[in-house]
């Protein structure tokens, strides 16, 4: 019974987790439908646009920096319901403003909002043993809620109400969302594996093992980043219909879905040289029939196949980069490693497309894709591996 009691605990504790970390993805992963329609409701030229995206992720970084100082001293229920509340009111003043300086600052504190729920439910699941599993299970339940938010809300919200519907909508969601306050632990010391998570003594810094592990990442990230902003350029330059990528896009969240809760099933299982390996293999494929597409048919299979194999990866790094470092700090710093790909990869790959047009962000996807093998195998070289878990 005991056993059983405790299996539950830990589903609970990772709904409620997952739950809470999808508050701060909603912004990330609707930042482009939320976009267009501020453009249309206030008349921005791209310029403005493009700089309300900055500023919201100069907010998400703040919170993610300032994460691994403070996190481990709240209280996380409270912290939880902090967090959705300021990141729902965020969106309601960004729904009533007119002034451009005020949907700025509300951008940037939805932004940073965003970011510590982020990074709560990553502190919270790096406790958990089953990195794959915790961080798998988190990276689908975000995605699917996403998939249901992207096939609703522009037929539905932003088609009749603008701007100011879709942001009162996530607004909504978010306090919904938050309700998982009432199952996400205290803190740190309310822990419900302890005999798995205590630790005789912590270290002080960082280990430069998690601080490699972020800069592997978030060279995969960045290139590939780079290229999901102009994944819908790229349908465009094939001429792909409208009606088309909108089920090339819808379709691409509920497969990302698909892919964490794969990892959460068997990526326990592998090594980080194999599960990586394969991911990589995947990701060459999509690129491969992106590179060749002639219209929707390889496009599609190429963006999908795509999409899967880098959750994949993302998965996979983050479940290594929890291991790295058992006081948590170091997870807190992924959602800034995805900040900061996010600020840097479109920009590169944007002056990539105006040089060269569309095969160098490709190859600059690839490069970063590569990444994360090669270092496994330079890391195998020097004898220095250490895989997630041997292949069982």
């Known amino acids: 019974m005991g056993a059983t009691l405790k299996s539950r605990n830990v589903v609970v504790l990772m709904l409620a987790a997952s739950l809470a970390s999808t508050i701060g993805g909603l912004p990330f992963n609707t930042l482009p439908v939320l976009l267009g329609s501020l453009a249309d409701s206030f008349s921005l030229p791209p310029e403005q646009v493009g700089l309300l995206g900055s500023i919201c992720f100069g907010g998400y970084l703040l919170g993610t920096l300032g994460a691994p100082i403070w996190m481990n001293r709240l209280n996380w229920r409270w912290l939880t319901v902090v967090g959705a509340m300021g990141t729902a009111l965020c969106f309601a003043l960004s729904a009533m403003v007119q002034a451009l300086p005020l949907l700025y600052v509300s951008w940037a504190c939805i932004g940073f909002f965003a970011s510590t729920m982020t990074c709560l439910g990553m502190r919270v699941l790096s406790d958990l043993p089953n990195k794959e599993r915790a961080f798998g299970v988190r990276q689908g339940v975000e995605l ?5 938010v992207l096939f609703a809300l522009p037929p539905l919200v932003i088609a009749r109400f603008h701007y100011a519907g879709a942001a009162w909508a996530l607004a909504a969601l978010i306090l919904l969302l938050g309700l998982s306050a009432f199952w996400v632990p205290g803190g740190a ?20 093992t998690a601080w490699w592990a972020l800069a592997v990442l978030w060279l995969f990230l960045v290139g590939n980043i780079g290229l999901w902003a102009f994944l819908e350029r790229i349908g465009v330059h094939l001429s792909v219909s409208a009606t088309d990528m909108g089920v090339v896009f819808a379709v691409l969240k509920l497969l990302g879905s698909v892919a964490a809760f794969f990892i959460a099933g068997v990526g326990a299982r592998w090594s980080l040289a194999r599960g990586l390996s394969l991911a990589l293999l995947g990701l060459m494929a999509g690129l491969g029939l992106l590179a060749s597409a002639t219209g929707f048919g390889f496009y599609a299979a190429g963006a999908w196949l795509w999409e899967f194999a880098f959750t994949c990866g993302c998965v996979l790094q983050t479940a290594h980069i929890a291991r790295t470092d058992p006081s948590g700090r170091a997870i807190m710093l992924v959602p800034g490693a995805f900040a900061l790909a996010s600020m840097v990869g479109p920009g590169v790959a944007g002056k990539l497309m105006g040089a060269q047009g569309l095969e160098p962000v490709l190859w600059f996807a690839l490069a970063s894709s590569v990444v994360p093998v090669l270092n496994l195998l330079w890391s195998k070289k020097s004898g220095s591996n250490r895989p997630l878990v041997h292949a069982g």
């Open 144 to 148: 699917s809620v996403t998939a249901a």
């Open 189 to 208: 010391q309310a822990r419900l594996i302890s005999a798995t998570d205590a630790l005789a003594s912590q270290p002080q810094r960082m280990p430069v």
